[in-house]
């Protein structure tokens, strides 16, 4: 199995400076407190990787970006946009966004 951590973020980005021992405590604690592992099992691997700006996160702006958006594909029929500028920012988001946009130009061909 492989498990996936993210830590820092903008509202914790001191957590980027901790030690690569100070992280993998962190992780084996909430791998046992919140996967409720039991504590004899531990990871055969552990990586950790920093990344300063990973993931994008909306801001109390975005509204006015999510309409402009919704404004233009009105404004020009067959027009659509896609990323993480709208619909979510992870990648689970873009799988969802392109299944939804496949089914809406295979809507407006009918």
Do not use: C, W
């Given at each position: 199995?492989?498990?996936?951590?993210?830590?820092?973020?903008v509202?914790?980005?001191?957590?980027?400076?901790?030690?690569?021992?100070?992280?993998?405590?962190?992780?084996?604690?909430?791998?046992?407190?919140?996967?409720?592992?039991?504590?004899?099992?531990?990871?055969?691997?552990?990586?950790?990787?920093?990344?300063?700006?990973?993931?994008?996160?909306?801001?109390?702006?975005?509204g006015?970006?999510?309409?402009?958006?919704?404004?233009?594909?009105?404004?020009?029929?067959?027009?659509?946009?896609?990323?993480?500028?709208?619909?979510?920012?992870?990648?689970?988001?873009?799988?969802?966004?392109?299944?939804?946009?496949?089914?809406?130009?295979?809507?407006?061909?009918?």
């Amino acid at each position: 199995m492989l498990f996936s951590y993210f830590m820092g973020g903008v509202k914790q980005p001191e957590l980027l400076d901790l030690s690569d021992k100070e992280i993998e405590y962190y992780v084996l604690k909430y791998f046992h407190e919140m996967l409720k592992f039991p504590s004899k099992v531990e990871p055969d691997l552990i990586r950790i990787f920093r990344h300063k700006r990973a993931i994008p996160q909306y801001e109390v702006t975005s509204g006015a970006r999510f309409a402009a958006v919704q404004h233009l594909q009105k404004q020009y029929p067959g027009l659509i946009v896609g990323g993480n500028l709208r619909d979510g920012i992870g990648m689970a988001h873009r799988i969802t966004q392109a299944a939804k946009i496949a089914a809406e130009i295979n809507q407006q061909q009918k």
